[in-house]
Protein backbone atom coordinates (compact mmCIF):
# COMPACT_ATOMS: atom_id res chain seq x y z
CA UNK A 1 0.00 0.00 0.00
CA UNK A 2 3.01 2.40 0.86
CA UNK A 3 4.29 1.37 -2.46
CA UNK A 4 1.04 2.32 -4.40
CA UNK A 5 1.04 5.76 -2.17
CA UNK A 6 4.47 6.85 -3.27
CA UNK A 7 3.99 6.09 -7.13
CA UNK A 8 0.67 7.91 -7.26
CA UNK A 9 2.64 11.04 -5.48
CA UNK A 10 5.38 10.97 -7.43
CA UNK A 11 2.74 10.89 -10.68
CA UNK A 12 1.11 13.65 -9.19
CA UNK A 13 4.63 15.57 -8.60
CA UNK A 14 5.50 15.06 -11.77
CA UNK A 15 1.88 16.22 -13.64
CA UNK A 16 2.22 19.20 -11.53
CA UNK A 17 5.75 20.15 -12.76
CA UNK A 18 4.56 19.55 -16.25
CA UNK A 19 1.56 21.84 -15.53
CA UNK A 20 3.98 24.32 -14.28
CA UNK A 21 6.37 24.20 -17.30
CA UNK A 22 3.36 24.67 -20.02
CA UNK A 23 2.37 27.39 -17.39
CA UNK A 24 6.01 29.26 -17.53
CA UNK A 25 5.90 28.59 -21.96
CA UNK A 26 2.61 29.99 -21.97
CA UNK A 27 3.57 32.91 -19.66
CA UNK A 28 6.78 33.53 -21.54
CA UNK A 29 4.88 33.49 -25.18
CA UNK A 30 2.94 35.97 -23.74
CA UNK A 31 5.44 38.53 -22.45
CA UNK A 32 7.30 37.94 -26.34
CA UNK A 33 3.44 38.69 -28.14
CA UNK A 34 3.82 41.85 -25.35
CA UNK A 35 7.08 42.89 -26.22
CA UNK A 36 6.66 42.30 -30.29
CA UNK A 37 3.18 44.43 -30.17
CA UNK A 38 5.05 46.81 -28.20
CA UNK A 39 7.98 47.39 -30.42
CA UNK A 40 5.18 47.44 -34.08
CA UNK A 41 4.69 50.98 -31.58
CA UNK A 42 6.93 53.82 -32.33
CA UNK A 43 8.33 55.10 -29.28
CA UNK A 44 6.07 58.62 -29.64
CA UNK A 45 3.22 56.16 -30.19
CA UNK A 46 4.01 54.48 -27.07
CA UNK A 47 4.83 57.34 -25.07
CA UNK A 48 1.28 58.95 -26.17
CA UNK A 49 -0.37 56.06 -25.26
CA UNK A 50 1.25 55.47 -21.85
CA UNK A 51 0.24 59.46 -21.37
CA UNK A 52 -3.28 58.56 -22.15
CA UNK A 53 -3.39 55.56 -19.73
CA UNK A 54 -2.40 58.14 -17.57
CA UNK A 55 -4.59 60.57 -17.72
CA UNK A 56 -7.34 58.10 -17.85
CA UNK A 57 -5.99 56.49 -14.26
CA UNK A 58 -6.42 60.21 -12.87
CA UNK A 59 -9.57 61.23 -13.81
CA UNK A 60 -10.72 57.70 -12.29
CA UNK A 61 -8.97 58.58 -9.21
CA UNK A 62 -10.31 62.50 -9.64
CA UNK A 63 -13.93 60.96 -9.76
CA UNK A 64 -13.58 58.94 -7.10
CA UNK A 65 -12.39 61.27 -4.82
CA UNK A 66 -15.37 63.94 -5.63
CA UNK A 67 -17.90 61.00 -5.19
CA UNK A 68 -16.36 60.20 -1.78
CA UNK A 69 -16.52 64.05 -1.23
CA UNK A 70 -20.11 64.30 -2.21
CA UNK A 71 -20.99 61.62 -0.34
CA UNK A 72 -19.73 63.34 2.97
CA UNK A 73 -21.39 66.22 2.26
CA UNK A 74 -24.64 64.78 1.96
CA UNK A 75 -24.27 62.40 5.15
CA UNK A 76 -22.99 66.13 6.82
CA UNK A 77 -26.16 68.38 5.76
CA UNK A 78 -28.51 65.98 4.72
CA UNK A 79 -29.12 63.41 8.07
Not at 16 to 21: N, T
Not at 27 to 55: D, E, P, T, V
Amino acid sequence: VEAMLMQEEKAAESKGMEEFGSFREGLGRNIRCGLMICSLYSFKQAGLLRLLLLLLLSLLWLLMLLLFILDRVERLFFS
